[in-house]
């Protein structure tokens, strides 16, 4: 009986208990100790909010933060067309010219280490900035990178949800005489609505965090979030850090969680959890 | 439902077809694949005091001549300095670590998922997913407060007396792995737990019924079943990890040498963009291999899905 094998019950109970502090210590001490009134960081003195007094405050982050905000807003909107297409392309158009290294070049930014993406992708626009006096590094710049590299995460939620929508619906729309335009617009688009939510949610966010990509392609006057506290924690631990990080945590933590529930609750219904999944950012096809 | 998604392809007019494709075709190869070309070719390039600070390839000459400068001192260069080898190796020994030590903890978790009840199934994944979703650089600071000196990790074995003296835990390889791991694990977990999930347990059960030890039914029939999600797992941690620069740079020391920090260093710091192209060209050689596999192993299980 399966029973008897899993004896070792108790063990993998443990490692799981074990993976979940790993993974939630760091992140719950940071909330923490953003509420202590110390300036040594780790060492507890009593409870205060000044930190967070302390943040709005501050010009530079302020700012920062709006420009990312910006950001975020512009290349999730681009990210969830071009991954919507990509999507669409890669589930319902099996066989064209070049489909493979179309489907290797969408997914590649999900593993490619982030500094070759920031350097090849400054160098281009550097190089495009002398041939055609355009673009400029600046949000812009910022804004075609996030979208190049947030696609394919859209584009694998996308494909989750076509793949669970039965193709016979679209059929039937066509042997009526729609057009295939009209037949994605009015049936296969409504159908992509969650995934399309959940898309752009999870584009938003890895907008909001990158640092690298940004590091490279951005302008002299584009300085964004994660590159001002990235300058600020290199020096070291930061009360004022501690405090806009549970802001950040908990900002994008809601951001996402929207955008990944949605996926897991829909999928507690249905038998096949991971294929309706929307929430896994690994592909599991190609 | 493979010949419904045919007919549906062939319905739609060939031409209509093609422009829907061209577009997003046409972003990746402009945004994604040239820059690579753009790298290679700043890496034949030497730096000069200019903006943009390399020297041109192509230079037209009096005569309406086209000169072609090429120049490989920047490889030559980089294969022969041992601080760069150094960046190479250590980074190869970061991530291959990471990969092992990832799949160390990250199977057994999977594999307490998938044979869960499967109405927990969904939130023990959201729990992994989770950490993935905020920040990294904010958790990956986190841990300088953990693991520095008067961290929380000393101050606790401290007050209960287990050491006496601060452990240096913090600007070391080891604090380095712990960063690469925890950043690293879902990208193991979930590739794994998708393999493990499909498993047939019926094959467990006639191992069992055949007199097997639970152990040895694990040996002979789970461990090589999931071989393509171990080596998928795997090639997902290995691939970012090779590259990766802000774990290094926050909780490595001040010596750390990666291709990550060799590469930003020569590129901000120095502003040698030839010399800090040829370092990304050596890196994206090292990683086609990789990279081929991953496809390689995704291909065939979208083909079993």
């Known amino acids: 009986m399966i029973g008897k094998a899993l004896r070792g019950r108790g063990f993998l109970r443990f490692m799981m208990v074990l993976a979940m502090v790993f993974l939630y210590a760091p992140i719950i001490s940071i909330i923490v100790y953003s509420f202590n009134e110390s300036q040594l960081v780790t060492v ?23 420009i990312s905000l910006e950001v975020a807003i512009m290349s999730a909107t681009g990210a969830l067309m071009v991954g919507t297409l990509t999507g669409y392309i890669l589930t319902r158009f099996t066989r064209f010219k070049g489909r493979t290294m179309f489907s290797g070049m969408v997914m590649a930014p999900l593993v490619m280490p982030e500094i070759i993406m920031g350097i090849s992708m400054l160098l281009l626009f550097v190089g495009m900035e002398q041939l ?23 584009s694998v939620v996308v494909q989750s949800r076509l793949q669970g929508i039965d193709v016979s619906v679209e059929e039937a729309a066509m042997d009526l005489g729609a057009r295939p335009v009209t037949v994605f617009f009015l049936i296969t688009l409504p159908l992509m609505i969650p995934a399309l939510v959940s898309g752009w949610l999870l584009a938003f966010s890895l907008s909001l965090d990158d640092l690298v990509i940004t590091a490279f392609v951005s302008g002299p006057g584009s300085t964004t979030l994660p590159m001002v506290i990235f300058s600020k924690v290199r020096l070291g631990l930061n009360p004022e850090i501690n405090a806009l990080a549970t802001v950040v945590i908990l900002f994008i933590g809601l951001v996402s969680g929207i955008g990944a529930f949605k996926g897991a609750f829909k999928s ?18 190609n | 439902m493979k010949a419904a998604t045919q007919l549906l392809c062939r319905l739609l007019p060939r031409q209509s077809r093609g422009w829907v494709i061209a577009g997003p075709y046409l972003w990746f190869l402009v945004f994604f694949l040239v820059p690579f070309v753009v790298v290679l070719k700043i890496s034949l390039s030497t730096a000069e005091v200019a903006i943009p600070p390399y020297a041109p390839l192509f230079t037209f000459g009096d005569e309406g001549t086209l000169n072609l400068a090429m120049h490989f001192g920047n490889f030559a260069y980089i294969f022969s300095d041992p601080q760069y080898i150094l960046a ?119 191992a069992s019924d055949l007199g097997a030890k639970p152990f040895r039914a694990f040996l002979s029939i789970t461990l090589p079943l999931s071989l393509p999600g171990i080596v998928a797992g795997s090639l997902l941690v290995f691939i970012p990890a090779v590259g990766e620069y802000i774990i290094p740079t926050l909780l490595g020391g001040a010596d750390t040498l990666t291709i990550g920090t060799v590469l930003w260093n020569e590129f901000f710091g120095n502003r040698d963009w030839p010399v800090a192209s040829t370092v990304a060209v050596a890196l994206i050689v090292l990683l086609v291999g990789p990279l081929m596999l991953l496809q390689h192993y995704q291909a065939k299980e979208g083909e079993k899905a």
């Open chain 1, 132 to 154: 055609f006096g355009w673009p400029h590094r600046d949000v812009q710049t910022i804004v075609i990178a996030h979208i190049t590299f947030s696609t394919a995460f859209v």
């Open chain 2, 88 to 206: 190479y190796l250590s980074s190869l020994h970061y991530a291959a670590g990471t990969a092992i030590i990832t799949l160390m903890i990250g199977y057994p978790v999977a594999y307490a998922i998938a044979t869960s009840k499967p109405n927990v199934r969904p939130m023990l994944l959201m729990l992994v997913i989770m950490p993935f979703w905020t920040s990294f650089l904010i958790r990956v600071y986190a841990w300088i407060g953990i693991l520095k000196q008067n961290g929380l990790i000393n101050n606790f074995l401290m007050s209960i007396g287990v050491i006496h003296e601060p452990l240096n835990i913090l600007n070391n390889q080891f604090s380095i792995y712990v960063g690469m791991v925890y950043a690293y694990l879902p990208f193991m977990i979930l590739p794994l737990y998708s393999n493990l999930e499909k498993m047939d347990h019926s094959l467990l059960e006639a």
């Open chain 1, 44 to 66: 507890w003195s009593r409870f205060s909010t000044k930190w967070y007094g302390a943040l709005i405050q501050d010009e530079q982050i302020l700012r920062a933060a709006k």
């Open chain 1, 268 to 285: 507690l219904g249905s038998k096949d959890a991971v294929a309706d999944d929307n929430a896994v950012p690994v592909p599991v096809t």
